[in-house]
């Protein structure tokens, strides 16, 4: 079974400062990552992913994520947090086997502090 | 492609009536999700179709919520009667299977049963 665990459900950054979002899984096959972002109203959007390539996924808006198998991690981070980052940010696995179905967290809501 | 579209954006019924939410995936995906999100509960998956034949929908809280895929291009979730505590965004999202591209989401559409 596959699980995915977002640690803190809402975190608060001023804006230069260094954005770490946390998201630990647990996957008894190697793991697909996904890390999604939702602006206010509205969906949710791609923001990177890992499929067993590189270990450090690069996505837009600046952000990149480390796929670490020795901790279970899939952190999200950016190095200086700009406004344009208030939103809420969901970490997801999966493993693109036969039912493609993937595990969502609960969400990490991010505010950006002038 | 245009993306996932979702309609209408935004509905307000009257407790009682039936809603039906309309959702077209992306050309050539073959999997379909139908998600829920509140403020209580999160991004909840109601049910999903393969190659437009519902494999799982333990996610749907009751038998008022009913959900069809006639075609490959066209998918509905239907309420009725619907309540109060119906209220809230649902989205629809598709992929294609096993490529671990993750899911595309469509802008969803609000809900208000009053």
């Known amino acids: 079974a596959q699980s995915v665990t977002q640690l803190g459900s809402h975190v608060s950054v001023s804006e230069g400062a260094l954005v770490l979002l946390r998201c630990n899984y647990s996957?008894?096959?190697?793991?697909?990552l996904f890390w999604y972002v939702q602006y206010p109203n509205q969906g949710l959007q791609l923001l990177l992913k890992y499929t067993s390539a590189a270990t450090l996924v690069k996505g837009i808006n600046g952000f990149e994520a480390e796929f670490k198998k020795s901790e279970t991690s899939f952190h999200l981070t950016k190095p200086s947090a700009h406004m344009s980052d208030a939103a809420e940010y969901f970490c997801?696995?999966?493993?693109?086997?036969?039912?493609?179905?993937?595990?969502f967290g609960t969400g990490t809501l991010l505010a950006v502090q002038p | 492609d245009a993306g996932v579209i979702q309609s209408p954006r935004h509905e307000v019924t009257e407790m009682g009536q039936e809603v039906t939410l309309r959702c077209k995936p992306i050309?050539?995906?073959?999997?379909l999700f139908w998600y829920r999100q509140t403020m209580m509960r999160g991004l909840e998956l109601l049910i999903y179709?393969?190659?437009?034949?519902?494999?799982?929908d333990s996610g749907m809280p009751e038998d008022r919520f009913s959900a069809k895929m006639p075609n490959a291009s066209f998918s509905t979730l239907k309420i009725q009667p619907s309540e109060p505590r119906d209220s809230a965004v649902y989205f629809c999202?598709?992929?294609?299977?096993?490529?671990?591209?993750?899911?595309?989401f469509g802008s969803g559409t609000r809900l208000t049963v009053v």
């Open positions: 050309s050539g995906h073959d999997y």
């Open positions: 179709f393969n190659n437009n034949v519902p494999i799982d």
């Open positions: 999202a598709s992929s294609l299977a096993g490529q671990g591209d993750g899911y595309t």
């Open positions: 997801a696995v999966g493993h693109g086997g036969a039912t493609n179905k993937l595990i």
């Open positions: 996957s008894s096959v190697p793991p697909y």
